[in-house]
């Protein structure tokens, strides 16, 4: 990623002020087509992408000519005359769509040879553009269904179908709204753009401060305080960021080496907050950005998704933290240090907490009135702005201004490093799901998956969590949430599976693939801070949000985990499962009080699983924990399978 200067970094910067401006007036004011929303938003991001994104970063660092440079790969703060010419191929047909997007609307069907074209050079540059910012992965998937929307005819078996032409692909594609500007598209410039926006600007405004003393006060009062530190800011600041990677990175380059310094181990140190980070996505009030495509793929309302998402975060966070709870006692951790510690007086000082709790009030209260989710977001943004300008600080012009220039800084943060490539990447993806919808493609795979697993649920379950994992190893989270739902949630809906349960599943998954090998992003961006090894790390990290690979087979048969059913009834499952993830930790991790023997690791999972599940099986679940505990009391051992290991403290 270039940093630009001087003159091209002042023309991104009215490209952002211009979106910005964009992104709140559509929110607060006036909504337009998706065609007219979708070309402006489209447009804008493809520059800046195309701008701040080289042709390649490798030949980026060569030593070459100038001709060269100035011809194909630019500098490390200016851009090359190739990407000025995908900027000019990129608005042409996006400014042709915003000029005549009402003549488009009124007359399907209608078109002439040169809008074929315009619609093959936008494709052309989406995939161009998504290359650039997220690799080959996503530009060869849209590739490989266009092959296959073309060729269908000379496809055997299940999977062929009669074949469409590049006309009837290009017109689809470039005209309709089922195409290039399609949900996904509407989606990003309409929905998502002010929540991404969101989280940069509250950082700016001192947000990002305030919560990470707040999770230094209340995190460093437990039993292994540094690694609570990292679990407490990560769902902190991953519920106002959405993004796995950007949250580790965040909070990552503080509280690793915090960890590292009071014992942990640096591929542990690393695993706590890959794992933690992970969470963000899951964590309500501003969720993944695949959250708000499920509330339109379902057409309820986003406060439905957070609701239902609650549980299942909170109990995920609870096997983190109870992951870290248990290795403390392992180590001989314990809390953090008083000097480490923020004076509680200083963080709860009134213009610092209104600083967060009016914008994320905001944002809660307008979500709970219903108000649609762009328009929480943008009023929220609003107050935060207007409230760290006038009263964040001293009122005179210079302290002024320098808030607005931070405040300034969040935006145009937000708008290069995330909005930007979302935007195309969004795009990009939607050609993918339009001709899996053209060429009945995710029918045929639910129909297979349906035949397969022969109407069994469990392998269908199975099936679905590999697929959405291993699209996730080559993809953003919501690329691969959209293509894994758009494809399996057809065969959930026919095994009777409640639908939002079958997106969360999907989503949950998803997510999961930051942490699982042999890609696990989230786990890279961790170990590359601890300096520990990624692959123990993963493995660490796998063990400490066990309970996220866990947690989705049980709402998808348990409907109390996602708010569904009477109060007395969600809370008893809360509160078994809560109990439910230091069992199963203190399985995977062999260790409560003293090293676990193999019969007590296996009484701690079984105890723990069985405890998740409703109704009596929570108190069998909680007698088998008791028993494994109770065993490991008396020092209980039996030859091979009874063996107590012995007491090993994990090198730093």
């Known amino acids: 990623m270039r940093e630009l200067r001087s003159f091209w970094k002042f023309i991104v910067g009215i490209l952002v002020g211009i979106w910005g401006v964009f992104i709140l007036y559509t929110a607060l004011l006036y909504a ?14 493809l520059c800046i992408v195309f701008l701040v994104y080289p042709f390649s970063k490798r030949m980026l660092k060569w030593n070459v000519p100038k001709f060269f440079k100035l011809l194909l790969t630019g500098t490390k703060t200016s851009p090359s005359l190739i990407d000025l010419i995908f900027i000019i191929l990129s608005l042409v047909p996006c400014i042709y769509i915003m000029l005549h997007w009402e003549e488009i609307a009124r007359n399907p069907g209608v078109f002439e040879t040169y809008h074929l074209v315009l619609g093959g050079i936008l494709i052309f540059a989406l995939l161009e553009g998504t290359r650039r910012a997220l690799g080959m992965t996503i530009p060869l998937l849209v590739l490989f269904f266009l092959f296959y929307t073309v060729l269908g005819p000379h496809i055997p078996g299940r999977f062929g179908h009669p074949g469409f032409n590049f006309t009837d692909i290009l017109y689809q594609l470039y005209l309709m709204t089922e195409g290039v500007w399609g949900l996904l598209t509407d989606m990003a410039s309409r929905i998502i753009a002010p929540f991404i926006i969101f989280g940069p600007i509250l950082f700016a405004t001192g947000v990002g401060k305030t919560v990470m003393e707040l999770s230094t006060y209340f995190g460093g009062k437990i039993r292994g305080g540094p690694g609570h530190v990292a679990v407490i800011s990560s769902s902190l600041f991953g519920m106002l960021s959405g993004s796995s990677v950007a949250n580790a990175a965040t909070t990552g380059s503080f509280t690793i080496p915090l960890m590292k310094r009071f014992g942990f ?33 379902l057409n309820i309302p986003y406060t439905h998704i957070m609701i239902a998402g609650l549980i299942p975060a909170l109990i995920y966070f609870a096997g983190i933290a109870a992951g870290v709870w248990i290795e403390a006692g392992r180590t001989g951790m314990g809390k953090l240090p008083k000097e480490f510690m923020p004076e509680l007086k200083k963080i709860l000082r009134p213009n610092r907490i209104l600083g967060f709790v009016l914008p994320i009030g905001t944002l809660g209260v307008l979500l709970f009135m219903f108000f649609p989710a762009q328009v929480c977001a943008a009023w929220a943004i609003v107050v935060s702005v ?20 931070s405040i300034w800084g969040g935006l145009f943060e937000g708008v290069v490093k995330a909005l930007a490539w979302l935007m195309v990447m969004m795009a990009c993806v939607q050609i993918a799901v339009s001709l899996i919808s053209l060429t009945g493609f995710g029918v045929k795979v639910s129909e297979l998956i349906i035949e397969i697993s022969g109407y069994n649920v469990y392998l269908a379950l199975i099936a679905t969590m590999l697929t959405a994992i291993i699209l996730g190893m080559g993809m953003t989270t919501t690329a691969a949430y959209v293509i894994a739902a758009a494809v399996l949630v057809p065969a959930l809906h026919q095994m009777g599976i409640n639908p939002l349960a ?65 109060a007395w009834e969600i809370i008893f499952i809360f509160i078994g499962a809560f109990i439910a993830m230091f069992a199963i930790e203190a399985g995977v991790l062999g260790y409560w009080r003293k090293p676990s023997t193999p019969i007590e690791r296996l009484l701690y999972l079984v105890g723990g699983l069985i405890m998740m599940a409703p109704g009596y099986w929570t108190f069998i679940g909680i007698a088998i924990f008791l028993l494994g505990i109770l065993l490991e009391k008396f020092d209980v051992q039996i030859p091979v399978i009874g063996k107590r290991p012995a007491q090993i403290v994990r090198k730093v």
């Not at 337009?32 to 991001?45: A, F, N, T, W």
């Not at 009263?391 to 302290?399: H, Q, S």
């Not at 990624?534 to 949000?545: E, F, I, V």
Request: contains cysteine; glycine residues 12%; positive net charge.
């Open 32 to 45: 337009l087509h998706p065609l007219l929303q979708g070309g402006i938003s489209l447009s804008i991001g």
């Open 265 to 297: 181990s640096r591929e542990f140190s690393s695993a706590v907050e890959a794992a933690a980070s992970s969470g963000g996505q899951i964590m309500p009030p501003i969720m993944g950005a695949g959250c708000f495509i499920m509330a339109e793929f």
């Open 386 to 405: 207007i409230y760290f300008t006038f009263f964040g600080g001293p009122l005179n012009k210079k302290e002024i201004w320098r808030r607005i220039k």
């Open 502 to 566: 079958a997106h969360l599943f999907i989503f949950y998954f998803a997510i999961k693939s930051g942490l699982t090998p042999p890609v696990c992003i989230t786990v890279f961006t961790t170990a590359a801070i601890s300096g520990g090894n990624w692959l123990k790390s993963a493995w660490d990290s796998m063990k400490l949000g066990i309970g996220g690979y866990i947690m989705p087979f049980f709402f998808i048969f348990v409907p109390a985990y996602l708010m569904k059913g009477p």
